[in-house]
């Protein structure tokens, strides 16, 4: 169980491509998002669909592939472990986000024909 201490599975569609820069050491980082769908039946019975975004960040390799294969839409699984980052912005105010730091990368569905 040590192992899934901190451990994100996502199945979802990328909202757009992925944003990719390479940081002043030469390192290559690729950030996007994910979207989830969640479906049930609420208390009275009806179809409920919820959507949930989720901001991702790839590292070196998996930056590389992200870069060079994914596009808005895409199906992907991922895995990775939650990241929690916190900054000041210009007003003062202490803000808070987290990002799913992607250790691995699937591409799911049909191949886009380009």
Do not use: C
Not at 1 to 15: D, E
Not at 87 to 108: A, H, I, P
Request: glycine content about 8%; cysteine-free; proline content about 1%.
């Amino acid at each position: 169980m040590y192992a899934l201490k901190n451990k994100v599975q996502l199945i979802g569609h990328l909202g757009a491509a992925p944003e990719v820069k390479t940081t002043e050491s030469g390192k290559k980082y690729a950030k996007f998002s994910v979207a989830t769908n969640e479906n049930y039946r609420n208390s009275t019975g009806e179809k409920v669909s919820e959507t949930t975004w989720h901001n991702l960040i790839a590292w070196g390799k998996v930056a590389e592939i992200a870069e060079k294969y994914l596009n808005k839409g895409a199906e992907v699984a991922i895995e990775g472990k939650l990241i929690n980052n916190s900054y000041t912005d210009k007003g003062g105010n202490k803000k808070f986000s987290t990002e799913v730091q992607v250790n691995e990368l699937l591409m799911l569905g049909s191949r886009n024909k380009e």
